[in-house]
């Protein structure tokens, strides 16, 4: 099953998207200029192979719904998402409003 969902941070909104997969789950918030991401993403793979494409992006693990990923600090950060000052441990709902 996938769900899209508006999420409202400090009245800025952003798409929430959970996709359930065979025992796991996939989890991003996101706008247009970049996303948080359970720990499913590839945080080394953008900065090295994709670099050209200066995607804006963070990682959390351990998460479990689109609340603790939210709350949980970042474990890594693309160095675009660095660019913008986004920081590794930085709150997920923090590193989106940076991305407004």
Known sequence: MMKME??????????AVTVDLPKTKLMAVTNEKGYIMCGALDVGLLNAKLKDRKVIAGRAVGVRSIEELLEAPLESVTVEAEKMGITKG???????????
Do not use: R, S, T, Y
């Open 90 to 100: 930085m709150p997920g709902k923090e590193a989106l409003l940076k991305m407004v």
């Open 6 to 15: 508006p999420v409202e941070i400090q009245g800025k909104l952003f798409k």
